[in-house]
């Protein structure tokens, strides 16, 4: 379809159009005009002049018909208006045809546009494909950002574990873990960023009714078109434990970190520390351990609750070099002069906000 307002310039484009081979189904000298043709003759493509008379220009008629009937537009201009080309890029359009036109300038621009637009269609189409089949599988399936974050789950992932995507998307999967397999997640996620593929990662998951699922986690990473992480997709072949394995169920939030942007499970003995090492929060079951409060320990730094002065340096550089921590022996002061052996494993926070970079470490006794 050809929409021009100026009549000769409209009759030599459809002269020139089908010398070419194409079929010019319907003309039109306005926007509205446009569209209303569009509804009725489903066009392959419109040839748009920009600067049209009426309610609409060529620019709002290209975006109202894009969105409605998904027809590609190549804008017929010969303005070259900073302000009007910009507003012409928002609607996408799919080539520009600049009076006065050749005819293999308009050939070669129509071609581009059809097949622009038919690879694009095949994109959506495939797309569409996957999701349904990524939705409806047999086999529960989850998608993890770099965090750990949830960003989907499909229908079989649900009905396992008996969570909806509005109660878990977003939130840090750890939190749904049994705590004996939270330490493990910590010390192999770390790793998914860099391993193309996970086979076989064993972990109990606590369902929202309480039962507990031992799932074996296989997985690869989608990167983006710059080869970096974008998100790990999981597989999750499962077999039901007997409820009651689990004192603690999952979901739970820590305590005066609930605002903090972190993904911490709310039980078990968790600190968030910056980059350079200053306590920033702690869960009460870390009061408990280190017999103190959270008040007196934040604003400290980790090398004040470390026994001996290397441990500190050495946990943040394994945190700052690989991105995570995995289980190590460190000798803890406590609350009277004394110390404790624990184990601490962790990991460093990649999402947004002012949390960024910050670590989350998992502190328990031996």
């Not at 990991?347 to 910050?358: L, Y």
Request: hydrophobic share 40%; net charge negative; with cysteine.
């Amino acid at each position: 379809m050809v929409v021009e307002d100026e009549l000769i310039v409209a009759e030599d484009l459809t002269h020139w159009l089908q010398s070419l081979g194409y079929v010019v189904g319907a003309r039109a000298a306005a926007g509205r005009e446009a569209v209303q043709r569009c509804e009725a003759i489903r066009p392959d493509l419109v040839l748009m002049d920009i600067l049209l008379p009426g309610e609409i220009d060529g620019i709002g008629a290209a975006e109202e018909i894009r969105r409605r009937f998904d027809i590609p537009v190549v804008y017929i201009t010969a303005s070259s208006d900073e302000a009007t080309l910009t507003r012409a890029k928002v609607t996408e359009p799919f080539g520009y045809i600049l009076k006065p036109f050749d005819e293999r300038g308009l050939y070669s621009t129509i071609e581009m546009a059809l097949y622009k637009h038919q690879s694009e269609k095949r994109i959506r189409e495939s797309e569409e494909r996957f999701r349904l089949l990524y939705e409806n599988a047999p086999v529960a399936f989850q998608s993890l950002d770099a965090d750990g974050h949830l960003l989907q789950v499909n229908k079989a992932w649900q009905e396992l574990f008996g969570y909806t995507p509005e109660e878990v998307n977003g939130r840090w999967f750890g939190e749904f873990l049994a705590p004996s397999s939270v330490e493990r997640f910590i010390a192999n996620f770390a790793q998914f960023r860099y391993t193309p593929v996970t086979d076989n990662l064993t972990l109990d998951v606590v369902r929202r009714d309480g039962n507990v699922v031992t799932a074996a986690l296989k997985g690869s990473i989608a990167v983006d078109q710059r080869g970096m992480f974008e998100m790990t997709q999981c597989v999750m072949g499962s077999r039901m434990r007997p409820a009651g394995d689990v004192p603690v169920l999952a979901g739970a939030r820590a305590e005066g970190l609930q605002d903090a942007g972190v993904p911490l499970p709310g039980r078990g003995p968790w600190m968030l520390i910056s980059p350079d090492g200053a306590i920033l929060g702690i869960t009460p079951a870390v009061e408990l351990l280190l017999g103190t409060t959270a008040d007196r320990l934040c604003g400290t730094l980790l090398h004040d609750v470390c026994a001996l002065p290397s441990e500190a340096p050495e946990i943040l550089g394994l945190l700052a070099s690989a991105g995570m921590l995995e289980p190590r022996p460190v000798s803890m002061k406590v609350s009277g002069g004394g110390t404790i052996e624990t184990i601490i494993t962790g990991f460093v926070f990649h999402g947004q906000g002012g949390m960024t970079g910050s670590c989350c470490l998992h502190i328990r006794k031996p």
